[in-house]
T-cell receptor, first 115, second 112 residues
Framework: GDSVTQMEGPVTLSEEAFLTINCTYT??????LFWYVQYPGEGLQLLLK?????DKGSNKGFEATYRKETTSFHLEKGSVQVSDSAVYFC??????????????FGSGTRLLVRP | SQTIHQWPATLVQPVGSPLSLECTVE??????LYWYRQAAGRGLQLLFY??????ISSEVPQNLSASRPQDRQFILSSKKLLLSDSGFYLC???????????FGEGSWLTVV
């Protein structure tokens, strides 16, 4: 079945460092791809998404590009801040679905940014 | 704009007691509704989803049930809680023909 694999954490960076969190997927056809962020003690917030190959999702300085050839959707940010410390989830919605859209999540990657 | 609310935010319940978590969505009609669970140190697991009033699909066998008595109301229940039911429960919604899912604030359940 469809699945998402993301790098294990925690990822610890200094403020202003470059961030990459790897995410790869297994799916039939062209799924929609998402990054969600979960700040401590809170629910999930949609960070960005991409719905077709070569699309780039971006938000709050974060970017991810839908790479069909490598089945990847890596999350990047050029300069992280302490406030970016959170757990990041990569997820997909399969291409062939009924009327409901069921997210399939990766296991999450904890990011800790030190001042 | 659309908003989603779930409550209570935190709950500590003894083993064998009942459970009721409630979720409501505002600003949209006929949404798809979802219940997810996040166990400690683990990813998110879809428990139930609903495409309309009274229509509930269960993804995994478990000690929980869900109901949708109104268009924008989704309730997660249990008659007798188990220790393994502890976790972070998230309600979510999407439009019927949209492929983006939005989450509520979550409810922390600790079964003791």
């Amino acid at each position: 079945g469809d699945s998402v694999t993301q790098m294990e954490g925690p990822v610890t960076l200094s403020e202003e460092a470059f961030l990459t969190i790897n995410c790869t997927y297994t799916a039939t056809g062209y799924p929609s791809l998402f990054w969600y962020v979960q700040y401590p003690g809170e629910g999930l917030q949609l960070l960005l998404k991409a719905t077709k190959a070569d699309d780039k999702g971006s938000n709050k300085g974060f970017e991810a590009t839908y790479r069909k050839e490598t089945t990847s959707f890596h999350l990047e940010k050029g300069s992280v801040q302490v406030s970016d410390s959170a757990v990041y989830f990569c997820a997909l919605i399969p291409a062939l679905m009924d009327s409901s859209y069921k997210l399939i999540f990766g296991s999450g990657t904890r990011l800790l940014v030190r001042p | 704009s659309q908003t989603i609310h779930q409550w209570p935010a935190t709950l500590v319940q003894p083993v064998g007691s009942p459970l009721s978590l409630e979720c409501t969505v505002e600003g949209t009609s006929n949404p798809n509704l979802y219940w997810y669970r996040q166990a400690a140190g683990r990813g998110l697991q879809l428990l139930f989803y609903s495409v309309g009033i009274g229509q509930i699909s269960s993804e995994v066998p478990q000690n929980l049930s869900a109901s949708r008595p109104q268009d924008r109301q989704f309730i997660l229940s249990s008659k007798k809680l188990l220790l393994s039911d502890s976790g972070f429960y998230l309600c979510a919604w999407s439009v019927q023909d949209g492929n983006t899912i939005y989450f509520g604030e979550g409810s922390w359940l600790t079964v003791v």
